[in-house]
Each structure stands twice: as C-alpha cells, then as structure tokens.
C-alpha cells in the first residue's frame, strides 16, 4: 500500500477483555515498530520487527502484551486481560533496512485504545 | 537509555512571531533526529529529518538544527500563524525512535 495502515482506528474495550491491533506496513519495508502513546506524552516503543523476528520487545510494559509477525509483513499487537492503563493510542511504524531511506520510519493513524 | 527533553513544554505567541523549539538527548550516538506536528487526537505529521551528518535542514519556514556533540536540536519557525498551533515533537533514532514529551504551541492571531 502507499502508506502504513491501521486497523481498527478506535476500540473501546471493557476493562478485562483481549484486544488486537493490526498494522499493514509499507510494501517492502523490512522493520517495523510499535509505540504507545499516552495522552499528553510523547510516544514510548514497545518492539521491533527485522522480517518476522521480534529482535526487541524490551518496551512492552508487561506479558499482557504481545506482538508477532509471522510471515514479515503485517503484524498484529495483542493486549490480554486489558486494564485501564492500557488505554492510550497505538501506533506502528515501518522502514527499509537499507538504501538511501533506511532508518527512515513512516507512522501509521494509529488505534485509539480506550478501556472502560 | 536515551533520555530526550523538550523545552519549554508549552508556548504561546502572537501571529507573525519567530517560534524556538528545544531538543536535548543524553546519547550521542543516533543515526538521525526527526521533528513532527501531532494535532490534537492526530497522528504524526512528519516535518523534518536531520542525519547524524548534517547541522540543519530546511522546508519552507521551517529550520532544524542538530549539534549531535553537545546532545541538542532546535527547531525555529520563521513568521508564526495560527495554524502552526500543535504540538512539536523531537525523536532521536538509534534504531528505535525516542521521543520527547513535546512543547505545545499556541499561535494568537
């Protein structure tokens, strides 16, 4: 596609129910990112895709979190027994691993995880 | 880690107004540094990126600075407008992106 894509754009979630948060990355783009952005912060990482290998996840703030990629394009964050403090808006983020833009990333819309 | 730090975090100014914007990170060691404009409930608007190889970029009325040895960027908004009211973020990218908290700019008409 011509840009990162997210899905859904918003998810209301009752306090204790599992969510999943997709991103679609820039066709080609080797790596990708997901942060977390609470309201009134700047954006915080959580982990980082090279292909399908989840080379750091030293962000994600607890092992209700979870993300994969399995065959090295989209990738799917996945929150478990949510909380409160979970909600804050999710943003992914891809780049080429190399060539003139490399380390370059270009952010998705983002989901906006609100958990009642 | 890398600790990044804008000041100030809030500013607000009268339309026309040069607008300073302050960056500072603790490690040097960064491929690049990159500014973006978050509007309210908006994603990331990207507006500048600075390679570790180069002091400045432009676009426009907009100049960002980096001197990676002292650990700080500015970026300066040349003639304020009311639409230049949003929040300016700094990232600095050592394979990840860390970001400051923002300065939040108020432009008056």
């Known amino acids: 596609g011509a840009g990162v894509s997210q899905s859904p754009r918003y998810k209301v979630a009752k306090r204790g129910q599992d969510v999943a948060l997709r991103c679609d990355p820039i066709s080609g783009h080797v790596s990708l990112f997901w942060y977390q952005q609470a309201l009134g912060q700047g954006p915080e990482f959580l982990t980082y895709f090279q292909n399908e290998a989840q080379l750091d996840k030293s962000g994600l703030p607890s092992d209700r979190f979870f993300a994969e990629r399995p065959e090295g394009s989209v990738s799917t964050l996945k929150i478990q027994r949510t909380q409160q403090e979970d909600s804050a808006v999710y943003l992914c983020?891809?780049?080429?691993?190399?060539?003139?833009?490399?380390?370059?990333?270009?952010f998705g819309a983002g989901t906006r995880l609100s958990v009642l | 880690k890398q600790e990044v730090t804008q000041i100030p975090a809030a500013l607000s100014v009268p339309e026309g107004e040069n607008l300073v914007l302050n960056c500072s990170f603790t490690d040097s060691a960064i491929y690049n540094l990159q500014w973006f404009r978050q509007d309210p409930g908006k994603g990331l608007t990207s507006l500048l990126l600075?390679?570790?190889?180069?002091r400045e970029q432009t676009s426009g009325r907009l100049n960002a600075s980096l001197d990676k040895s002292s650990g700080r960027s500015t970026l300066y908004i040349a003639a304020s407008q009311p639409g230049d009211s949003a929040t300016y973020l700094c990232a600095v990218n050592d394979y990840k992106l860390s970001f400051g908290a923002g300065t939040t700019v108020t432009v008056r008409a």
């Open positions: 600075i390679q570790s190889s180069q």
């Open positions: 983020a891809s780049s080429l691993a190399g060539g003139q833009f490399k380390n370059i990333q270009y």
